[in-house]
């Protein structure tokens, strides 16, 4: 609701990219049903990910609504599919222009800068990044708290000395300024760094009220 909100419009239309879901109908329901719950206007799916979806209409419903939502999932599919639709650059100047963009799960990582594959998920050393969408200027994950955030720990393990990554629980939400502030919503949101070739947990980002 604090999101809505703070687009500025009562009861802000949404266009909803599935790609990280591969447009899925059931989940597109489920979660258009919770935005309207949360006081969101109309939610319209942007497809990107169905071959069935035309280019133009994903464009003019993104270029149209006055938020952009951008859904849980698979966070590499998702960034494929972006890819392969060449929507990116449409994405990045709609953000440029100040639509505001948000996400859950996957798509919150994908705002992000980066990510982390695995060619083979049982050896560490295949683990390599992949850049995201990069609208927030961080590295993020979601929900990981039960095991450790250790996918967040092995990105920062590949990541410059003195990178934070941050850890986003259930019931948390971490709002981020294109020039990098960041408010926590929900509740706090755990920090960790990139120090002597180690992974650490800093402070968590406290929460503060809007």
């Not at 955030?149 to 990541?159: V, Y």
Request: hydrophobic letters at 40%; aromatic letters at 8%; one cysteine or more.
């Amino acid at each position: 609701m604090q999101v809505l909100e703070s687009c500025g419009v009562p009861h802000p239309s949404i266009a909803y990219v599935g790609a990280a879901s591969g447009d899925s109908q059931p989940f597109f329901s489920m979660m258009s049903g919770y935005l309207g719950r949360c006081g969101a206007g109309r939610v319209t799916l942007a497809s990107l990910a169905s071959g069935r979806g035309k280019l133009e209409k994903a464009r003019a419903i993104l270029e149209s609504a006055d938020m952009v939502f951008i859904s849980g999932g698979d966070v590499e599919a998702g960034m494929a599919v972006l890819g392969e639709r060449q929507i990116l650059p449409f994405l990045r100047e709609l953000f440029e222009r100040g639509k505001p963009f948000f996400g859950s799960s996957a798509g919150s990582i994908m705002l992000g800068r980066q990510w982390v594959r695995w060619e083979d998920p049982d050896d560490d050393k295949t683990a390599s990044l992949f850049p995201c969408m990069g609208f927030a200027p961080i590295v993020c994950d979601t929900h990981g708290e039960a095991e450790g955030w250790e996918e967040l720990r092995s990105l920062l393990q590949l990541t410059a000395e003195g990178t934070l990554g941050y850890g986003i629980p259930m019931g948390a939400g971490l709002c981020v300024s294109p020039e990098g502030a960041l408010e926590v919503l929900g509740a706090p949101v755990h920090c960790y760094a990139h120090r002597g070739g180690t992974i650490v947990r800093t402070a968590d980002l406290p929460l503060r009220g809007w």
